[in-house]
């Protein structure tokens, strides 16, 4: 397995040639954004290693609005880059900018404000189990804000209902009764309590089922298409990558081996990108 | 070229120190954030209902029985003696500066440390305290913090009523072994608190030592479980070691603490 292409167009230097153009048309593009924006999450030079290396000079840009999806094999790194983002790791070398600061010299209390302003949905969900579905999607607010309980509720039922959940039905449910997809649909409802502007999803359709998968991958959409919530997915389903992805980054021996649209990606010469589409 | 052993119990040697070191940030920062918002008032209260409330069954049982087993096999040495009278005095000595601190201690050491570890393993293995961080919420306020000061209010209380039903366990063989009237016997129990002193005039020396152990050990039972609690891994396997870990580390640290405020409260009383 080699992250290296001998085609031209697929090779390291064309591949920054393409991010520097399409940088320049997201900043000019990116909405009602001003000319030259920022973006929102940027991973510069980005090194970390445990043991052995995770993630070795990984650079990439989400503007707001985008909807990156990271995808590659098992043990790449690709939920420590959502870990990077969220403060809960540090690199090694390289920066990590979210909505133009360094978080990684965020003091520990900074980080957890910054985290406010984001919201994260885990692979098993992660809802508190001691807690109804009505009381892990009110938490945040509960905490970090001054809301009453009849406000509470209201915003609870909206983002119930935002996921396609009948808030009479589920809200009282505690999670080991639930389903895998509704686990899902209740942590995607708990990550957007605090109307986050971005959303962090580690293996969103991971064990479900296809007809879920469409669904929550039909939600993650909705989100970006909606809200305009700029959003990082870490997936090794590349068929749900396809459908939602503005542009995807592919992580292979601990780089990123591509980073362009899914039509890019799928038009690629690269033997490992055409092995690695091929286990569709 | 370091043999293989030799790397090994420097690994070893490394890991406990290492571990030494984070249990004793833990209890920095917990202690320190009992002043600091949020407060999870509500948060606390259940706990204190868990650690206390749901504790009293096994401690009454505890010190009933312990008091009776004590009256029992000191009256047995008293007799050779003539000497029965002061079986009061010696069921509640050993009660209130001894047994009742340090059975109330392994008896929530078992129940509770356990539960807390469990609760707070589980957690750890299926992320919620990674959502907890997500969420803007600081893990050793919301989870560590309540546990702390519930242990630290309730072992002492706990303790109390240990102390309580071990010397009235004494009194049920008093009375009906030994021939020793229930009022002799109750007599010679104040008798025994009040001869070792006050302190501030009004507080028995002997309740100063015997409240003061159980303050540090509801402190070790809370941070030792939920160090354990938090550091799990590997899944289900790994909560049921960090259990384990957390029963016996909490009973160890107990017996070797007890020893050393011993020496240290007696010095001073």
Sequence with gaps: ?280 | MTSPLFARLNTEAKLAVFAVQERAILTWNAVRFIFARPFYGADVIQQMNAIGVDSLFIVILTGFFTGMVLALQSSVSLQTFGATIYLGHLVSASMIRELGPVLAGLMVAGRVGSGIAAEIGSMRVTEQIDALNTLGTDPIKKLVVPRLIAALVMVPVLTVVNDLVGIFGGNVIASLSVDIPSSLYWRTVWDQIASDGFTLRFIPNDFVQGLSKPLVFGGIIAITACYQGLTTSGGTEGVGQSTTRTVVTASISILIVDYFMTQMLLAFF
């Design chain 1, 1 to 280: 397995m080699s992250a290296d292409s001998a085609s031209t167009s697929d090779s390291p230097r064309a591949q920054r040639v393409r991010a520097a153009i399409r940088r320049e048309l997201r900043a000019d593009g990116a909405g009602e954004e001003s000319v030259g924006a920022s973006p929102v999450i940027a991973l510069e030079g980005v090194s970390l290693a445990f043991d052995r290396p995770v993630l070795e000079d990984v650079s990439l840009e989400v503007y707001r609005g985008e909807t990156l999806v990271i995808v590659g094999e098992s043990g790449t790194g690709k939920s420590t880059a959502l870990k990077l983002i969220l403060r809960l790791l540090v690199p090694d070398r390289g920066r990590v900018v979210v909505n133009g600061r360094d978080v990684a010299g965020l003091s520990f209390e900074e980080a957890l404000a910054t985290r406010q302003h984001m919201g994260m949905v885990f692979q098993g969900a992660a809802l508190f189990d001691s807690m109804s579905v009505f009381e892990n999607v009110a938490y945040p607010l509960r905490e970090h804000t001054s809301l009453s309980d009849d406000e509470i509720e209201a915003r609870v039922r909206e983002k119930l209902r935002f996921v396609d959940l009948d808030p009479d039905h589920v809200m009282d449910l505690l999670p080991a009764e639930l389903s895998g997809g509704m686990k899902k649909r209740v942590g995607i409802a708990r990550g957007l309590a605090n109307d986050p502007e971005i959303m962090l999803y580690d293996e969103p359709t991971s064990g479900l089922d296809p007809l879920t998968t469409a669904t929550i991958t039909r939600l993650i959409v909705k989100l970006q298409r909606e809200l305009r919530v700029t959003s990082v997915v870490v997936s090794h389903d590349i068929r749900s990558a396809n459908r939602m992805a503005s542009y995807i980054a592919l992580l292979a021996d601990h780089r990123i081996a591509f980073f362009g649209t899914p039509e890019e990606m799928a038009a690629s010469e690269d033997r490992y990108i055409q092995d690695f589409l091929g286990g569709l």
